[in-house]
């Protein structure tokens, strides 16, 4: 057993043979404290090990590899694979992993250690083609991307061309072959367009990964999130090195998030995003639309019902809502995240009055969960007349707002300082739209889901936000969009209903309700529990 505390030591271990000492989110990052705890619960954790928050800032080349091949050293044993191996490739995720939760404001990169060789390794060791050639590409992507900082787009535009040409109508319908070339024209164009070449030696991969997740830190979106969320004590992030699942191993596998209550308005029940053979950043990031639990129940119903009871038992464990990442692979389910989950004001009411009604959680624990709400944005708010929306879309985060349209963080901007309420419209959103979130009344998305990352911070921020819009269709470049049959230029108005997903053009007036007995259960819990 791995028995040093975790202050002695810059580097902790998850999974049989680990460290025994619980990981303090301070020293680890809440992330990896969270997945020690899942562990120790008998939760089916990936091994993992972690690099503390302390080498965010002071961290050495030299030492940093010395951890590294410490840590490879306990994944190996844990899994019977070998990092770098031809024939039982081990491959990894490197995440991050703050004191306190940053939702997709950090970097992650995903199947650390592929090369053209392991990837023939990995086909091998699964008898599935399609996954090795597969991780090979999503490496290629994540590694051009976050290490060296490449733009997305134009290697999204090598992928569309590959999907037209081969007629696949979606990165789904590429085969093996056709994803094998995709990974080719990637490193061409990082190469010849860029300069940059892929690390051929998977240490290499690993320690340049690492050392992307500890930058990213300091990159714009994750400063304005600290400041907007007043974080700007933190010291830093921590790395988890964690064996990769795979999700993207065929219509039995798959990644999603799932909320022990419904963050946007606390009703009780499991609530879910997922995608069938698909890897995490899939579902967070926004780009793919998510089927809910009701289609994971009727293909994998074993898994669905572990899903079930590992979030319940973790809603128990934590006394408050968990927002739950995972993975299963083959109809295996794997838990790779728990944190308590980010609700707007309303849910967070409701949330609380329904743990105590339950006998969850105590009064006093009811408050404590209601610390820093504003008990004066809880109420229930909808449109007044008949008026038939002229779209829908997937109800992502509560609210009526009326507000002027945007398509970036510039006509946010200078909308917002006319004084007007702005609403942005965008195919998806990334987190590096932070900013831009912020200062909106409302967003309107084309894709996505409700559990996105950019979904999830809407709901911090309590902007009205729906997702999943498929009647909207915009035109970046003419600054123009299309609803239905209206046509939107920059600064029409426009109104939304987070709640019900509703879509309307113009301007809407709006009706707002307490929830008097709620907060009356709240207001009597004061009288009751002693200051």
């Known amino acids: 057993m791995k028995n040093q505390t975790p202050h002695t030591h810059p580097i902790a271990f998850i999974g049989t043979g680990g460290t025994t000492a619980p990981l303090t989110a301070h020293d680890f990052g809440s992330k990896a404290a969270q997945l020690w705890r899942m562990n120790a619960l008998g939760l089916d954790v990936p091994p993992a090990f972690v690099l503390s928050t302390t080498l965010c800032g002071e961290r050495r080349e030299g030492a940093v590899r010395r951890l590294l091949e410490e840590g490879l050293g306990f994944l190996e044993a844990a899994t019977g694979r070998r990092f770098g191996d031809r024939r039982r490739p081990l491959l990894v995720s490197v995440r991050s992993g703050a004191e306190k939760s940053m939702p997709g404001m950090l970097e992650t990169v ?75 024209r990637y490193l061409d164009l990082a190469r010849d367009g860029y300069g940059a070449s892929v690390p051929a030696d998977p240490r290499d991969q690993l320690a340049e990964a690492v ?122 389910l794997y838990f790779l995240q728990t944190r308590a989950a980010k609700r707007t004001p309303r849910a967070a009411l409701k949330i609380a009055v329904d743990m105590v009604a339950e006998g969850a959680i105590t009064p006093a624990e009811g408050l404590a969960l209601m610390e820093g709400v504003d008990l004066s944005a809880v109420a229930a708010t909808r449109f007044s007349g008949d008026a038939e929306p002229v779209a829908h879309g997937v109800a992502a985060s509560p609210g009526t707002v009326s507000g002027r349209v945007a398509f970036d963080e510039e006509g946010v901007r200078r909308l917002a300082a006319a004084g007007d309420a702005v609403i942005l419209l965008r195919p998806d959103v990334a987190t590096d739209d932070i900013a831009a979130l912020a200062l909106a009344a409302g967003i309107l998305t084309s894709i996505g889901g409700r559990t996105a990352h950019a979904a999830v911070v809407a709901r911090q921020l309590g902007r009205a936000c729906v997702v999943g819009c498929a009647a909207l269709v915009i035109d970046l470049a003419a600054r123009r969009a299309r609803l239905g049959t209206a046509i939107l230029a920059e600064g029409d108005w426009l109104s939304l209903d987070g709640e019900a997903g509703s879509v309307f053009l113009g301007r809407r007036a709006v009706v707002s309700e307490q929830p008097e007995a709620e907060l009356a259960a709240v207001n009597g819990w004061r009288a009751a529990v002693p200051a």
């Open 110 to 184: 995903l199947d650390v250690g592929m090369t053209a060789e392991t990837a023939r390794g990995l086909m091998r060791l699964h008898g599935n083609p399609r996954l090795a050639f597969d991780c090979h590409r999503r490496f290629i992507e994540g590694w051009c991307e976050v290490v060296a900082g490449l733009p997305r787009a134009p290697f999204e535009q090598v992928q569309r061309e590959l999907i037209a040409a081969e007629q696949a109508g979606s990165e789904q319908g590429l085969d093996p072959e056709a994803l094998e070339r995709l990974a080719a």
């Open 211 to 332: 050392e992307a997740v500890f930058r990213s830190w300091a990159a714009p979106k994750a400063i304005e999130y600290r400041r907007l969320n007043h974080l700007e004590h933190l010291a830093g992030t921590a790395v988890t090195v964690q064996a990769m699942v795979f999700g993207n191993a065929g219509v039995r596998s798959g990644s999603g998030v799932a909320f022990s209550r419904n963050p946007a308005s606390g009703v009780p029940g499991l609530y879910a995003d997922l995608l069938f053979d698909a890897q995490g950043e899939d579902v967070v990031s926004g780009r793919r639309q998510p089927v809910g639990l009701d289609r994971l129940g009727a293909v994998l119903p074993d898994v669905a019902a572990a899903l079930a009871e590992g979030v319940a038992a973790l809603e128990r464990h934590y006394r408050d809502v968990q927002d739950v990442e995972f993975t299963f692979e083959e109809g295996r």
